[in-house]
């Protein structure tokens, strides 16, 4: 089985834009290797949002380089566009996969309809790297809808899985490394082994409930880092939870991140900061 290395979490909140009350559980400020392939995890709410009249709100115009961004909406909804194209709505269930690659620029939004509305809004944005070799990849975007995430049931738990596989239940996601990524639901008082992989890099984030992982209580919006070695871990559910589950196979490279862009070196990126400049990003049409 594997152990826990140790639990991690941040109080602190802050805003991306106007639409996103954030709470950063982990970044690539930190030690990377820790972490890696992922590299930052921002938890929004859960918060609940009025009626707006006016705009929707969120964030404008921005860059991406060298990674991918993967938003999952639990409550809310998010409009997004994209200077590679991309771009579309999307609700509780759904998730947005959006790899950055060699550059984009894109705007989130809240939903015209979700703005108008309010109500419960909720959702996670995790950065996933891409290894040196895929950095240049071109841009692309993975409109992941509720109906094409599979549902598998474990003994105490049920796992959606969004990427990566559970007995050969195989996620939508298209990722360029191995990586898992599961919606794990859990009634009170459930046990469950989850069938975490051998040489993955391993967190379990809960966002809400808590859970007892290795004789230690977790709870809300704090993130459980489990070893590398060893395979699967046992989880007793508390409440009713909540997880989000990630496995990634570890990517041996050095990280050299600078807000929206995230590379291997500084002079990488000294170029992101140029070519940005430069307008060799590209623009969203419309
Ligand atoms: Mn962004």
Redesign the pocket.
């Known amino acids: 089985m594997k152990t826990l290395i140790d639990v991690i979490g941040n109080t602190a909140g802050h805003w991306v834009g106007d639409g996103f009350p954030v709470r950063s559980l982990f970044s690539y400020h930190g030690d990377t290797r820790a972490i890696t392939p992922f590299l930052l995890f921002d938890y929004a709410g859960p918060f609940q949002f009025e009626p707006n009249a006016g705009p929707p709100r969120g964030?404008g115009q921005?860059p991406?380089r060298g990674f991918e961004?993967v938003t999952i909406v639990y409550d809310g909804e998010v409009s997004h566009r994209d200077s590679g194209g991309g771009g579309g709505t999307i609700g509780a269930g759904d998730v947005q996969w959006m790899t950055a690659g060699a550059g984009v620029i894109?705007e989130?939004f809240h939903s015209a309809a979700y703005s108008r509305s309010g109500g419960p809004f909720r959702m996670v944005q995790l950065w996933v790297n891409l290894p040196a070799r895929h950095k240049s990849a071109p841009p692309a975007y993975q409109a992941i809808t509720a109906d094409s995430i599979p549902t598998v049931q474990l003994d105490g738990a049920s796992a959606r899985i969004i990427a990566g596989q559970i007995a050969g239940t195989r996620g939508p996601a298209r990722s360029f490394t191995p990586i898992n990524l599961w919606d794990v639901r859990m009634a009170a008082g459930a046990d469950a082994v989850l069938p975490l992989p051998r040489g993955h890099n391993t967190m379990i984030a809960v966002l809400s409930g808590h859970v007892t992982v290795a004789g230690r209580g977790i709870g809300a919006a704090e993130i459980a880092r489990l070893s590398t070695e060893g395979e699967g871990a046992a989880l007793h559910a508390d409440d009713d939870a909540m997880l989000l589950v990630m496995t990634g196979e570890p990517i041996d490279e050095p990280v050299f991140g600078h807000g929206?862009f995230v590379m291997n070196t500084r002079a990488e990126i000294v170029q992101a900061i140029e070519d940005f400049n430069a307008g060799r990003f590209g623009g969203i049409a419309g």
């Open positions: 964030v921005h991406h961004t894109h989130e929206p």
